[in-house]
């Protein structure tokens, strides 16, 4: 295999604050034709400064200070600005994070492509048509006759990555970038858009640089694996050594903080502390200060390459043949991790019970506002929850499990159904009256960035509720409030509350943007405790963080739930969290809840053929291919208009004449676990015995 | 009692607006988190070079709103005193020379003659056209031709002189105090200054200040013997008449604002938070305000008002008072047609700021709506208030110059940029172009229009949070975590008693 991009030794520097930021620090590596090749790492370890290093597009702050970039041999950084602008999308394109923001939304998807094709080839205007509608068939994109001349709002986001590939395929490059192509698509659409990609590279044999922080994507798309840590690559090894003998401290810590259901029992192993400011000079090793193995010489001395097999090559003193002092043997073995005592089984009156709850948003139209129909966001979701008990829901974007999460609360008012907490019934409840309830229900929210007000410091954020609130809290924990009448009269608790969550206590006095993702999480979780609450809805609350991030907030709510008999409605789309954390799980699609049960009995026999597409569409480690994935065709419907029958009918791989007509009543596989499917219906079977 | 004092209406209103500020003053001074954002105002060179030169602007206003009524020399028939209905100020006290030396008509800045040909009669019967010499201005020169020249000169070099000793004294009291403060020794201090190091920019401050005072220096030696900036048509200084317009625009400026702001705060952050019906009657509301041209608006209202003026001349006592009222009313109606924008601003942020979690959060702890909104709103759209302000200051000085070139300004009698302005445009026209009255009124409106919008923006530079804290915090926010978090999780204090 020939080698297509070669970077040596490069450096780049950030002039965004006082000292310059060294992105990216001295980094080589080498990527062959038609070959994936995977840089995994972090948030901050500076994969995205590679990529855009490589295409020349840093930000204006940005600086490539030293190296050298080769392309089939011409080095890239030599080129004047001109020259790259012929490279840039027909030798080396790139698809972004974010299709929403990567289009531009005043062109049509036609132009857009074009706007390449005349750069690049100029094509006459039929000819390009015609590449356009080839290059969209490509993508499979359906109807793409019609669909070309549409604007990117008039696609899903699924879609819009598709004609993101599009348009960096149609320069016909050698190498294409791809920056977290995923991460914003839901898992089934993730599986989708993977797929397309190992096809289109079948075909053109392209060379994918591939960057993301996901070990499962790594897995089932990456040849090569470079794992990247604080601007500088610490571990370079073919896909499969990496992933059965990870090598550096760091990629085992990584693979030991996944959650997944092995672990359900036991803490999950975190790496203390965050990645360090690229802003300073490094003497020793990186990773020393986060480090389990760390020896006196990693503070002082930068380890170099060390092979472990030949192609498998690691930046750490551990694999120094010369330093015999160290036990190899140990190595693989991840620091003991204490197990935490499954929370005592106790069968209880359900704490909260919602039932047939429905919330529909009215479509306002023409000029009178009119309303011209209703976005069922939740259409009869049926709950139950067991205090000290985790519920998890289950379901893509779109499919309205925050909707339920906020209706539960009533910050949106639901339409119809009842959600009785302790027998008491809050849907219609007066706001006045449902104040001291309150404390009982807590939210956590998905984005920490938006969740803590910019302007309040931490202890007046933790504090809003417990003053909101006064008199419940006294109520429920009897008067032992410590009032010293100052401003902060709750300031004893707080600290309580900042030590609960693992933060030290001055750091109260600071504001929320001094704290890094994870941290502000903590504020919010400390903030939910705060009233005692007897149940938390959690949504999504990891999905904006890092894996290693992830860790700490799961073990968090898990030693929580263990200490303080804590309920969780735990929303999210991640299934090895649920896996991890959840003893109950509701699969909901477009609004409607599919499937429920014990977490064992879903996970292991998914009875849905929704549930079972989406667990084949996560990712896992180890997994080669995706021969048998179950892949689904096209996005979820809109709410707005269902399609008739069972909604999951346009999509199912087993529709039957019946799933168009009605939709399935619950059906029970055992005791606790029951699904809406007309496979396991009564008539359907009876029908299959009369056969 | 040589003097009786008089409180005019925008009098009270700026006292209430000069406590008000001492109040925020002393209050920040108390809390050290609300300090700190307020000293990193403190740290920008060019925020705090524009503060020095609106401190000199604000002294001016506020010596011109001491206003006093000077008790004549005789006495009524009951033997008390009788005070003269010239409602004059602690500004016009001082610059008594500047206001009494009236010329006759036009004359040219540091004229000696005046700026047109008059024809005098001789003694001998017989006519002559020539430029008549001024009655004030040069006249101490027995020869101007010869003397003029050295005499400029000598004074300039003495108002250099005097500025600079005065600066001096101050950049001296100035190093004593920090050496006093920080125990250093003096020399050490003046150093510091100088090389840049200390915290405040006080090198800024002091060259702004240098320059300030020798400008004040030049000024006062040569103005009580020339017109530093001519004359105008009646013969009155234009640099007292620029000096005396300051507060009028600052009273334009800063009432306008305050009287606007709550209009817009209110409704804007109302019709943004509640939606539904609310929002509709205030959308309506401003919507409508908004389609009336506002110059027939202030056009309409202003006569209104010179009519209830004149037709009830017995409440006022003087003239400065009628003026004052119109005034008054003139704020109040660029109030009441300015909230608008301001409103329409505030509703979109508060709209989008009414769906962010941590309102969401806030409604899940049971917060009140009025402590959602005075806690996680208003602080959250002050920058957009403070941006909007600060526009709007440069905006109403120079709406109010456009109003009184048209005619629905201020009482003609009361002096202000745009009366300047208005009297200036037909001589534009002139030749030769009378064009003094003119600079000076712009000069001295781009000076604090300036200096405003500098100082405006150092301040919103600051008080945002996100910005400067961060680089600086985040290291130390990081060295105190990853100790505590591994042991965090694994001993939690039960948190029910504690609370």
Redesign the interface.
Known sequence: MSVLLEINNLKTILHT??LPVCAVDGLSFKLNRGETFALLGESGCGKSMTALSIMRLLPDAGEILSGSISLNGADLLQLPESAMRQIRGKQISMIFQEPMLSLNPVMTIAEQIAEVLVQHFRLNKPAAQKRILQLLDQVGIPDAKRRMHEYPFQFSGGMKQRAMIAMALAGEPELLIADEPTTALDVTIQAQVLDLMREIQRQNHMAILLITHDLGVVSEMAQHVAVMYAGEIVELSPRENFFSHPAHPYAQQLFASLPDKQKRNQ?LA?I???V??LTQAFNGCRFS??CHYAMPRCHDTAPQWHHTSPAHKVRCHLYDPSSALINITRIPEVAPV?AIPAAQQQKAEPLLQVSSLKVHFPIHQGFLKRIVGQVKAVDGVSLRIVAGKTLALVGESGCGKTTVG?SI?Q?IQPTAGSVRYNQQELVGME?QR??PL??Q???V???PY????????VI??IQ???S??NAA?EFT?GA??TSTATAFP?E??VD??L??????K??K???P????GG?RQRI?IA??????PRLLICDEPTSALDVSVQA?IL??L???QN??GLAYLFITHNISVVEYLADEIAVMYLGRIVEQGLTDEVISKPGHPYTQALLSAVPQIGRASAADMIKLKGDIPSPASPPTGCHFHPRCPMAMPVCRQTYPEASTISTTHITHCHLYSQEHRSNHHEH | MPFTPVILWTDALVFLLVFLTSAFIWYVRGNEHLLAPWRRVGHSASGMSALTVLVFFIIVGLLDTLHFRPALEHRNIHGETIYSVEVLSVLDLLLTPLRSNVEKTYSAPLATHLYAKETFSLPDGSQNRAFARLEYGGSHLADPDTEYQSDINTRIAKGIGLGLLFWIILHTLLCLNMARRTHQRFTLCVQSVWRRTTEIPWHAILITLGVILVVIGILSMLATHYHVLGTDKVGQDVLYLSLKSIRVALIIGTLTTLIMLPFALLLGITAGYFRGWIDDVIQYTYTTLNSIPSVLLIAATILMMQVYIETHAEYFETLAERADVRLLCLCIILGITSWTSLCRLLRGETLKLREMEYIQAAHAFGVSHWRIISRHILPNVMHIVLIATVMDFSGLVLAEAVLSYVGVGVDPSMISFGTMINAARLEMAREPMVWWTLLSAFGFMFILVLSANLFADAVQKALDPRVKTFTQNSASAQKNNPAQIPASASAPAPVNKSI
């Open positions: 604050s006082k803490k975190v203390s502390g965050t360090p400011p200060d986060r204490p906020k609360l910050l706001r449902l104040r309150r404390s229900l807590q939210f929210f998905q984005d938006s969740s803590l007000n910019p302007r309040m410091r007046e954020i809003e509720g417990m909101a609130l809290i924990a032992s409030a709750h004893a608790a309580v509350l030590q609960y969550v693992g933060l030290p001055e750091a006095w600071r504001y943007h001094e704290f890094s941290q919010a903030r939910a405790l705060a009233v005692n700490q073990n968090l898990k030693s929580l200490n303080l």
